[in-house]
Nanobody, 118 residues
Framework: QVQQAESGGRSVQAGGSLRISCATSGRSISSYYMGWIRQAPGKEREFVSGITSGGTTTYADSVKGRFTVSRDNAKNTVYLQMNNLKPEDTAVYYC????????????WGQGTQVTVSS
């Protein structure tokens, strides 16, 4: 059974930093494209960041310069370092994985809540 477990979400004040993690069990993520997707109540899912198996990263315009995605294949874990957090970053952050032959996300975590207060 493949499980993705996000952790690290909490409440922080605007301007603060937070690192959230996604540990995957049941399958190696080394060859997967890994992504972070967030969703605020009543809003559409928003792609936040992604990282290829080779380490190439992409970011949504809203988080460029503030967030950094990374992966540690030895630990089967991906991370999202979030700096200079803003209230609009408040959302549930999900970790997702996609294989090279898939056009959709194959695996999702349960999400971790990040709340940024003014």
């Amino acid at each position: 059974q493949v499980q993705q477990a996000e952790s690290g979400g909490r409440s922080v004040q605007a301007g603060g930093s937070l690192r959230i993690s996604c540990a995957t069990s049941g399958r190696s993520i080394s060859s997967y494209y890994m992504g972070w997707i967030r969703q605020a109540p009543g809003k559409e899912r928003e792609f936040v960041s992604g990282i290829t198996s080779g380490g190439t990263t992409t970011y949504a315009d809203s988080v460029k310069g503030r967030f950094t995605v990374s992966r540690d294949n030895a630990k089967n874990t991906v991370y999202l370092q979030m700096n200079n957090l803003k209230p609009e970053d408040t959302a549930v952050y999900y970790c997702a994985a996609r294989s090279s032959i898939s056009t959709a996300w194959n695996y999702w975590g349960q999400g971790t809540q990040v709340t940024v207060s003014s």
